[in-house]
């Protein structure tokens, strides 16, 4: 291939390297905060499935994310905050007979189902959640306790 060949394809590949990487989201945070559930599923699976602690920790309020990042690993959050380990794990929120959510001016109560595997045995969890809008985004504020 001749240089001036290599040299037009070079910048004719530019342009389309550029707009492919300027579109991709930051993956290191949760960018979907506009709903509790949402907030709620994704810390979940950023810990569990992801193994993203930081990235966990962008939808806690400073006060959590402080303690979050404490533990330095998906692991250890899980086992000391949660008292549940998962190698694996489905999460979904509490959408039976009964409320999905507790809502009240900018604050939830979200209660969160987990069925997963850790070591080979199967698991299955209830864990709620205290969440507070501030600025338009959810934010998960505490660990409620254990509801039954």
Known sequence: ??????VLLALSLCPILL?????????SKITEVDHPEFVALAFFDALYNEKNIKKAASVCT????????????PEAVGRHLFNMSYDTV??????GGVKVREQFKGSANITVYFDGYYQE??????????????????YIDKILKDPF
């Open 19 to 27: 707009l492919t990487a300027c579109s991709e989201e930051d993956t």
């Open 121 to 138: 045995k199967r698991i299955k969890e209830v864990k709620r959640l205290a969440i507070v809008q501030r600025d338009g985004q959810w």
């Open 90 to 95: 489905d999460v979904k929120p509490d959408n």
């Open 1 to 6: 291939m001749s240089y001036f060949k290599k």
């Open 62 to 73: 400073p006060k959590l994310a402080r303690l979050v990042m404490h533990y330095r690993s």
